[in-house]
């Protein structure tokens, strides 16, 4: 028999054994008379009987004491709990009371389970009439309730050493019982209720669940990865489950939220959460990338698990009564895929250790240590509510335990897959960032391509043109006919010469400007930016320009002395337009981090409104400088003042 078959022959046997139930493993027979003390404890299968009766029948103390009358009673089997297995009947419970102290004394029956309602009734001394004494609705939180408890507890009172019969009627739509119960003293109660937080764990267990949700929460907030929405989904439909199954639902929720749980059903609950944590499986062993049918078929059980649950809901809103066969068939299918989920999580897991490629085997084998305690404890948690085993180890339960163990497992393998997506998303950040580098250097060299064919046409075209134009515009004839001419042609010929001189200047300082003596290639750093300084100081009508260059700017990397260049250049161009400066010094400081830029004049300077971070007006030349400096991630700085001059700070990172 392979593997897979023994999988499902043993989903099958449970399946059977679930929808059989136990409900006449024990013999008939009367129980023992309880003697009630001011504090009792179980084990309570001594004092109690049970009956299964069909819901169509009349639900009255009468009815009760008929079916005691014609032997349908049978002993409680021994155990912590009363289990019926898989059934849609209505359960009665009987029992003898005596009261053993000297006082008339209030007792109290308690159902610790989620029930529909339940009707205490009494019969003093086991004679007479059978009166109804309390009521209890199970759909209503527990301030609303006769006897204000997080569970169904009906009160009645018994005379100082009187006797009586007493009867239980529990209804509900669960499908199978699993009735922990108990009667003792209301004071006896009340001292329970009020240690039963720390001393069933809930203290710290709520704390760990609830802190675990908001947890995967926010970080599905901030890293947008739906496995941690998935995850906060999952503990919280797994906690509400829990609650309900010790009743603390109705302490904690509001009405309709508990209302709503009540409908949805306990373990409608529980098919959510497994539908969850299916989904939280899928994504952590990445079963999209390497199983896609697979992956398919968890989607579908998942949404079929999830349609289901409120399919469920809707046809109790509906007026589904408990006994009737379309409950028995929803309960049944329930079932079906409460087993099957839990079956199938573990089939899939099984499948992607023992098939999938490496990276994914060894993620399923991480993922199956978290599986395997709320698998385990799941397990064990459903053979008991089906009737099949009574095996209770931990308190609360195991499947409370189970989560906790699963939660705090789990919260290490996502640690684990935060850091590989941190180191991923860094690797990923170095990639762009070299992307990013690499597009700058190819447009700062085209560019630069461009400029120096430009600057060659202006150059070897433009220049040669205008120097023509200007020698032949002072030679011998122009000079002779402007002698035999009038006055004003005399002095428009002195207009038009400065102004080809003047064209002459800016084609100069334009050539020097596009076409550099480019850095790196046959001039260091700084001895391209003294030559460049030098040359702009030649004009007749000119500023002095002074500089000065850090000699480690000689080992700068290639695009930085190249933006260096550029950017004094460019700086220089400017104040020699637009400043009207006697003065203009240049600086190149290189620090461990950075290289600093500073270009400054005397000049008229101008309103920079604010001075720092660098104005938005400004000429091509500005946002040229400004633009260099973006690809670089660096920094401008501009500090103007109208007749002060102006001062340009460029920071470039190295």
Not at 431 to 441: D, G, I, M, V
């Amino acid at each position: 028999m392979t593997t897979r078959m023994r999988y499902f022959w043993l989903l099958g046997w449970v399946l059977v054994l679930g929808l059989k139930g136990v409900p006449g493993r024990a013999a008939p027979g009367a129980a023992d008379t309880l003697f009630l003390k001011a504090s009792n404890e179980g084990p309570w299968n001594h004092y109690f009987a049970y009956c299964l009766a069909p819901c169509a029948l009349n639900a009255t103390g009468s009815q009760a004491a008929a079916l005691w009358a014609a032997g349908r009673f049978r002993a409680v089997p021994p155990g912590r709990v009363l289990q019926t297995g898989f059934t849609q009947d209505r359960v009665w419970l009987r029992a003898t009371v005596v009261n053993t102290l000297p006082q008339r004394t209030r007792f109290v029956w308690s159902v610790y389970t989620a029930i529909d309602s339940a009707v205490l009734y009494v019969q003093p001394a086991g004679r007479g009439a059978v009166r109804r004494t309390a009521r209890t609705n199970g759909r209503v939180v527990a301030a609303r309730r006769g006897f204000p408890a997080r569970f169904g507890c009906l009160p009645f009172w018994l005379e100082a050493h009187a006797s009586a019969v007493v009867y239980l009627r529990v209804e509900g739509h669960g499908g199978a019982w699993y009735l922990p119960t108990d009667l003792t003293t209301t004071e006896d109660f009340l001292a329970f209720e009020q240690s039963f937080f720390t001393e069933q764990h809930w203290a710290w267990l709520l704390g760990l669940y609830l802190g675990s949700a908001l947890l995967n929460v926010a970080l599905f907030v901030f890293l947008r990865d739906r496995i941690h929405l998935w995850y906060g989904a999952y503990v919280v439909f797994t906690t509400w489950f829990l609650l309900a199954e010790d009743g603390l639902d109705a302490w904690l929720l509001p009405q309709w939220a508990y209302g709503l749980g009540a409908y949805i059903g306990q373990f409608g609950l529980l098919l959510l959460a497994l539908a969850c944590g299916l989904r939280i499986l899928a994504l952590f062993v990445r079963l999209r990338a390497g199983w896609p049918r697979l992956h398919r078929l968890g989607w579908a059980m998942s949404g079929g698990a999830a349609a289901y649950a409120l399919a469920y809901a809707l046809a109790l809103g509906w007026g589904v009564r408990p006994g009737s066969m379309a409950l028995a068939w929803l309960n049944g299918g329930r079932e079906v895929l409460l087993w099957g989920l839990l079956a199938g999580g573990g089939l899939l897991l099984d499948q992607v250790a023992r098939r999938g490629r490496g990276g994914q085997r060894r993620l399923a084998r991480f993922y199956g240590l978290t599986y395997v305690f709320f698998f385990f404890g799941t397990f064990n948690f459903l053979l008991n509510r089906t009737g099949i085993t009574n095996l209770h180890l931990l308190n609360p339960n195991s499947l409370a335990w189970g989560l906790a163990v699963e939660l705090v497992t789990l919260s290490v393998l996502l640690t684990g897959r935060f850091r590989h997506a941190l180191r991923q998303n860094a690797a990923l950040r170095l990639r762009q960032l070299r992307e990013r580098a690499a597009a700058s250097t190819r447009l700062i060299l085209a560019q630069d391509e461009e400029r120096e064919a430009l600057a060659r046409e202006l150059h070897d075209a433009l220049a040669p043109g205008l120097t023509a134009l200007h020698l032949a515009w002072q030679g011998r004839q122009v000079r002779q006919a402007l002698a035999q001419g009038p006055p004003l042609l005399a002095e428009t010929h002195q207009h038009t010469e400065a102004l080809l001189r003047q064209l002459r200047h800016d084609v100069r300082d334009l050539s020097h400007v596009l076409l550099p003596n480019p850095p790196g290639e046959r001039l260091p750093l700084p001895a391209a930016v003294a030559l460049l300084a030098e040359t702009f100081g030649l004009l007749d009508d000119g500023p002095q320009v002074s500089s000065y260059c850090d000699p480690a700017a000689a080992h700068l990397p290639p695009p930085v002395r190249q933006a260096a260049y550029r950017i004094v250049a460019e700086l220089l161009h400017n104040a020699l337009r637009h400043a009207q400066a006697q003065h203009v010094r240049v600086g190149l400081t290189c620090a461990a981090t950075r290289l600093t830029i500073v270009v400054a004049d005397d000049g008229r300077g101008f309103a920079a409104d604010p001075p720092a971070p660098p104005p938005v007006r400004g000429g091509l030349g500005l946002r040229g400088v400004q633009a260099r400096a973006g690809y670089l991630r660096g920094r401008v700085q501009v500090v103007s003042q109208v007749g002060h001059g102006t001062t340009v700070t460029v920071e470039l990172p190295l």
